[in-house]
């Protein structure tokens, strides 16, 4: 994966707005920076995805435990993804 790969990644999640980047010299802020201008392939971004996945604390939880729940209260994550 190219530098910025997560950075990347972060830039093109729905719920994020904005990323701060921060640098200790010239070399970590090129890699930051080269987080943009391309895009991570959508396996990349799976997984990705995959790896940053974990259990939402309640109330939250029942979107992933219960079916019935997500059913009928769908979470926002799942509609806010665009379509590839």
């Known amino acids: 994966m190219r530098g910025g790969g997560v950075t990347n990644w972060l830039l093109r999640r729905p719920t994020v707005a904005s ?3 921060g640098a200790r010299d010239e070399n970590q802020l090129r890699q930051n920076l080269g987080a943009i201008g391309w895009m991570l392939s ?3 971004m799976a997984r990705l995805d995959a790896a940053s996945r974990t ?3 309640y109330p939250y939880f029942p979107y992933r435990r219960q ?3 997500a059913r009928l209260n769908p979470p926002m994550e799942d ?5 590839a």
């Open 42 to 44: 959508d396996e990349h």
């Open 19 to 21: 990323v701060i980047i």
């Open 55 to 57: 259990t939402a604390p």
């Open 67 to 69: 079916e019935g729940f």
């Open 79 to 83: 509609t806010a993804r665009p379509a």
